[in-house]
Nanobody, 115 residues
Framework: QVQLLESGGGLVQPGGSLRLSCAASGSIFIINTMGWYRQAPGKERELVATRASGGSVNYGDSVKGRFTISTNNAANTVYLQMDSLKPEDTAVYYC?????????WGQGTQVTVSS
């Protein structure tokens, strides 16, 4: 079993910043990818950012240049630094851990961008 503990969500004004964290624990042997997706009300879940174990990074088009993903491999933790936040970034953000045998999802953390 794997557990994903997300933190760092909250309410922020447009133009502000937040940093999300996701720490994975449990039966973790090989990690292919860690990252983040998000889902806004009435919309499908979409890619925010992923980082593969080899170091390659993939960002969703709407967050390129504003968000930065990083990992602490020794701690099985992934971070998402979100800058220049916009109201359209409001969503529940889900942590992703992909291993060869299956993909694990966190429970989600709410990010609200509003004045």
């Amino acid at each position: 079993q794997v557990q994903l503990l997300e933190s760092g969500g909250g309410l922020v004004q447009p133009g502000g910043s937040l940093r999300l964290s996701c720490a994975a624990s449990g039966s973790i042997f090989i990690i292919n990818t860690m990252g983040w997706y998000r889902q806004a009300p009435g919309k499908e879940r979409e890619l925010v950012a992923t980082r593969a174990s080899g170091g390659s990074v993939n960002y969703g088009d709407s967050v390129k240049g504003r968000f930065t993903i990083s990992t602490n491999n020794a701690a099985n933790t992934v971070y998402l630094q979100m800058d220049s936040l916009k109201p359209e970034d409001t969503a529940v953000y889900y942590c992703l851990l992909q291993m060869p045998q299956r993909t694990w999802w966190g429970q989600g953390t709410q990010v609200t961008v509003s004045s």
